[in-house]
């Protein structure tokens, strides 16, 4: 079974801070997704990766294989970022099965 | 194209009796994974079935819990003789055919039962 980590739990900060989330696994995967869930509860998928680095917006995530760790970075934070974010690793390694997640780190950013 | 829907969103039952969410997944995806959120807990998962056919349901508690992904027609999760500790958020995620690796993650809204 693949244990994820994230860190921090919690964290608050200013507007227009860069953020970062951590996120380490136990067992080598082809992929990991972050997701994002919101007050109301809904989740939406922010990235899937394999490697390197992907952008969307202010969003970027990175993963390092190798290493099994991967970071989700928020340039120019703003309120409407505060959220749970979470990330996700093949439950058992890679199979054709769902998802472990991590706790989730709670983000918060005042004005 | 719409995503992921899950009904109802908000369902209440009382001790004893049945609960059914379900999932449609998107257009094309014919795998569901379900999964559950306790409160203050994370996202854990449940049972992955294709058409017809249970893959995985390791996660499953393994007495008042059922899933099934019908020929036709949506996802349901059963949960039978509800408990108050059965009170959580359950999501469903969908994904198109792809082999062996869950190659993309598309979630619902998720069903937020509440047992009283």
């Known amino acids: 079974k693949n244990e994820v980590e994230q860190s921090p739990q919690n964290l608050t900060a200013q507007e227009g801070e860069f953020i970062t989330i951590n996120c380490s696994y136990s067992?080598?995967?082809?992929?990991l997704h972050w997701l994002q869930q919101h007050p109301g509860g809904g989740i939406v998928s922010l990235f899937m990766?394999?490697?390197g680095k992907k952008k969307h917006g202010r969003l970027i995530a990175t993963i390092n294989i190798q290493e099994k760790h991967s970071s989700l970075h928020i340039t120019a934070s703003h309120p409407r970022d505060s959220a749970v974010y979470i990330c996700?690793?093949?439950?058992?390694?890679?199979?054709?099965?769902?998802?472990?997640f991590g706790k989730g780190t709670h983000l918060i950013i005042q004005p | 194209n719409a995503g992921v829907m899950q009904n109802p969103r908000h369902l209440v039952r009382r001790r004893g009796q049945e609960a059914r969410l379900r999932c449609s997944p998107m257009?094309?995806?014919?795998?569901v994974y379900w999964y559950r959120q306790l409160p203050e807990e994370g996202l854990k998962f449940m049972v992955y079935l294709q058409k017809e056919n249970i893959i995985d349901e390791s996660g499953m508690p393994k007495e008042r819990f059922s899933a099934e992904f019908p020929k036709e027609g949506p996802s349901i999760l059963r949960i039978q003789q509800v408990v108050r500790g059965d009170s959580a958020a359950y999501f469903c995620?969908?994904?198109?055919?792809?082999?062996?690796?869950?190659?993309?993650?598309?979630f619902g809204q998720g069903t937020r039962l509440t047992v009283v």
């Open positions: 995620a969908s994904s198109p055919q792809t082999g062996t690796t869950f190659s993309e993650a598309f």
């Open positions: 996700a690793a093949p439950y058992s390694g890679g199979g054709a099965d769902g998802l472990t």
């Open positions: 067992v080598g995967i082809s992929a």
């Open positions: 990766l394999s490697s």
């Open positions: 257009k094309g995806h014919s795998h």
